[in-house]
């Protein structure tokens, strides 16, 4: 055998699964999302060229056992911890190296320590790397930290060649890290780290390195951040240079503060956003007191709303339910606020008191935790007493205004309100291309939005005793 093949034959293989699975995998549901979650593109990146690499998301294709990788290394969030543990358990019984990471792992290391061969705690950039090599040489450590906010100088562009071709829209990077604001339920606010941001140079390279992609899947782009607006400065520049990209669709998230600066809205619209991620959460004053996200203000929220959409720009809205002021006569009111403001699309989710937020230890220490199940915090399940609903009372509204939102005739109401607001710029053919991207974008949220809504409805019904509405009927 020469040196050649010699070398081949050692040469390892990484697996990078981003999991997804957080209720196990014996009834697996795979999400028609759009775009690819950003964590294991970038560690593919991040990765050096002495081994080879795989990206899974187990959101669109299972884990496969059988791989030949020599080296699992699995991200994860909070809720999908108990489903890491099961999963890396398998792997190390085969004889894999198995490794783990995210932002659970960073900010709880000593509770997942124990069920990895190793653990990397912090940001990647500065140790990825330096974990591979000692995999290679044999050499791998228990724990490896990176440095408190390192910088985000030169990170490599994600790979974006790796992520699977269900995956409408591939490209995904992030700008920036962090976020100004102390909501009490983020989990930024377990372990607050400062608001960075990235050279504006790199992010735009990221946007453009795409030559490995189909053309069609090189025009649109998503920017994962926690909060783009979080420096409006900032915000505004780099928003003026991915202009220079003409990208068909661009999509962001930010706080709704942001949109009382015209700047920033106009600097959306040169850049051709599409589409704006904005953490709504409630209609009720008193609720988004509660959590202390004062940066949202209700009465803002229309105008706010459709400033965007006359500029083209489609609302994807967060919108809890069971926050602790909230009223069964809110949320008989809710569907007509909903109306009222003219959001296009809505995320709906149950409150989550994430393990080690502000929130967590406020209902701690109440006494209200009903369910310390890590598997159960993804927004599905309500996992403590409210202080004046009933858990039917809870569940029913969020699925009434849930399975309200998106009945399809709702669905095209809604384009059709949101089409008629659209302000002609440029030539007509241009205008009606903007158009068509438009309707690509607003009905594959929506119909990813009604499809997992269904889902989640479908649980709750099937394991509550709850009173039934059409809505719930049609879903369940």
């Known amino acids: 055998m020469n040196a050649a093949a010699a070398t081949q034959r050692k040469r390892m293989k990484v697996q990078i699964i981003v999991l997804f699975q957080n209720l196990g995998e014996e009834h697996p549901y795979y999400a028609q999302s759009p775009a690819p979650p950003l964590p294991g593109l970038l560690l593919a990146a991040l990765t050096p060229d002495i081994v080879d690499v795989e990206v899974v998301h187990e959101m669109v294709r299972p884990v496969d056992y059988a791989t030949d990788a020599d080296v699992i290394a699995l991200?994860?969030?909070?809720?999908?911890?108990?489903?890491?543990?099961?999963?890396a358990a398998r792997f190390r019984a085969l004889g894999k190296i198995v490794v783990g990471g995210g932002k659970f792992a960073s900010t709880f290391p000593d509770e997942v320590q124990p069920h990895f061969d190793a653990i990397l705690v912090g940001e990647a950039q500065g140790v990825w790397p330096h974990m591979v090599e000692d995999i290679v040489n044999g050499t791998l450590q228990p724990r490896y930290t990176a440095a408190a906010s390192p910088s985000l100088d030169n990170i490599p562009p994600p790979r974006y060649d790796l992520a699977e071709r269900t995956f409408a829209t591939p490209v995904v990077t992030e700008a920036t890290r962090g976020c100004p604001h102390p909501c009490t339920y983020c989990q930024l606010n377990i372990k607050?780290?400062?608001?960075?941001?990235?050279?504006?140079?790199?992010?735009?390279?990221d946007l453009r390195a795409t030559d490995r992609l189909p053309w069609y899947k090189r025009k649109m782009a998503m920017l994962l951040d926690n909060n783009l607006g979080g420096d409006l400065a900032y915000a505004r520049d780099l928003l003026h240079a991915i202009a220079d990209i003409h990208l068909w669709g661009l999509g962001v998230q930010f706080s709704i503060e942001c949109l009382r600066d015209d700047a920033f809205i106009e600097a959306l619209a040169a850049a051709n956003c599409r589409m704006a991620f904005i953490g709504m959460e409630s209609l009720e004053p008193r609720s988004l007191a509660a959590v202390q996200k004062a940066q949202n203000k209700v009465s803002e929220y229309r105008d706010a709303f459709d400033r965007l959409h006359r500029r083209g720009i489609l609302t994807f809205t967060g919108l809890m339910f069971a926050l602790d002021e909230d009223t069964v006569e809110y949320y008989e009111r809710l569907p007509g606020l909903l109306e009222e403001v003219g959001t296009t699309v809505i995320l709906p989710s149950l409150a989550i008191p994430l393990y080690g937020t502000p929130l967590y230890r406020h209902i701690s220490e109440e006494g209200r935790l009903i369910d310390s199940n890590l598997a159960h915090y993804e927004g599905d399940h309500l996992v403590f007493r409210h202080p004046h609903l009933s858990p039917e009372q809870i569940h029913e509204?969020?699925?009434?205004?849930?399975?309200?939102?998106?009945?399809?005739?709702?669905?095209?109401?809604?384009?059709?309100t949101?089409?008629?607001?659209q302000e002609r710029t440029g030539t007509r053919a241009s205008h009606l291309f903007t158009l068509c991207i438009l309707m690509f974008i607003y009905f594959k949220l929506s119909i990813f939005q009604r499809h997992h809504g269904v889902m989640k409805v479908r649980e709750i019904v099937g394991s509550h005793d709850m009173k039934s509405t059409p809505e719930t009927k049609k879903a369940a």
């Open 75 to 87: 991200s994860f969030m909070d809720y999908l911890s108990p489903h890491a543990y099961e999963v």
């Open 192 to 205: 607050r780290l400062p608001f960075r941001q990235r050279p504006i140079a790199d992010v735009v390279r």
């Open 397 to 416: 509204a969020y699925a009434r205004v849930t399975m309200g939102f998106y009945r399809w005739r709702n669905i095209f109401r809604r384009w059709k």
């Open 418 to 421: 949101f089409m008629n607001k």
